[in-house]
């Protein structure tokens, strides 16, 4: 029989928000050439801009009404070319596939990720995120923003059964180890991809909002099939304490990866 072997890493940053609109060719302007550690920053900036496409046809268009505060749940792939193009589409979301459409033609190329053997490597992401009639689009400043690191968060999120408040260390360390737990517990090898002998880590990003629940979740690396079971697994995560900064809850993004290997 052969055993299921799970790596968990995690790695946390905060973000933040601006409320003007931009244009698309500016918004990417950090982002025009795929990088290693540049993915979920791209992934980050489609889904601003699907957000924004939404917002902007329910304003004219009231066949998108019924939608609005819903759920979608798809796949894109970077072709070799440097465009974003549908991958698949979850069979709750296909409302959403002519608007993607649009929506991706309207994206400037990018150089696709080369590694180090100098091979293009294709980029494949899931995403799932909930769409809002009132979404206003993120403004890009021209000067790169300074990430917040960890150990200047006065208060990191955390699981509503880690005792220690104060100490943001033994808060990180009770957050891994409930993190772990959890992914354990839900951890499932998808029959498909074990048939075929696929493996791979697939790296899980997404948002702890201000009242603890998770939102935007992007799965990236791996093969596909992986990445649904990740997917489910981050989906069944419980409300948690938010992050605090200044004394105001705060939004913060985790970057949370998962190695899947058959013995």
């Known amino acids: ?115 180090n053997n100098g091979y293009i490597e294709n980029y494949i992401a899931t995403m799932t995120f909930k769409l809002y009639s009132e979404y206003v689009m993120v403004e890009k400043s021209n000067e790169p923003k300074e990430k917040t690191k960890i150990n200047i968060i006065e208060k990191i999120p955390s699981f509503k059964n880690c005792k220690v408040k104060e100490d943001n260390e033994l808060m990180k360390k009770c957050f891994m180890e409930k993190m772990n737990n959890h992914i354990k517990k839900h951890f499932a090898y998808p029959t498909l991809a074990r048939e075929n002998n696929i493996q791979g880590r697939i790296q899980i990003f997404f948002i702890i909002e201000k009242d603890g629940t998770i939102e935007d979740i992007t799965v990236f690396d791996g093969h596909p099939l992986l990445h649904k079971s990740g997917l489910d697994i981050i989906q069944k995560m419980p409300t948690l304490n938010p992050g605090e900064q200044n004394g105001k809850k705060i939004r913060v993004s985790y970057l949370q990866p998962i190695l899947y290997k058959i013995f």
């Open 1 to 115: 029989m052969k055993n299921v072997f799970l790596i968990t890493l995690l790695f946390i940053t905060s973000i933040s928000f601006s409320q003007k609109d931009t244009i698309y060719k500016n918004v990417f302007f950090h982002n025009d050439t795929m990088k290693k550690y540049s993915k979920a920053s791209y992934s980050s900036t489609i889904k601003e801009v699907i957000k924004n496409e939404f917002a902007k046809e329910y304003k004219t268009n009231e066949g998108y009404i019924k939608f609005n505060n819903s759920s979608i749940t798809f796949t894109i792939i970077i072709t070799a070319e440097g465009k974003v193009e549908i991958y698949e589409v979850d069979k709750e979301s296909v409302f959403i596939t002519n608007l993607l459409e649009k929506t991706f033609n309207k994206l400037p190329q990018i150089k696709p990720y080369v590694n």
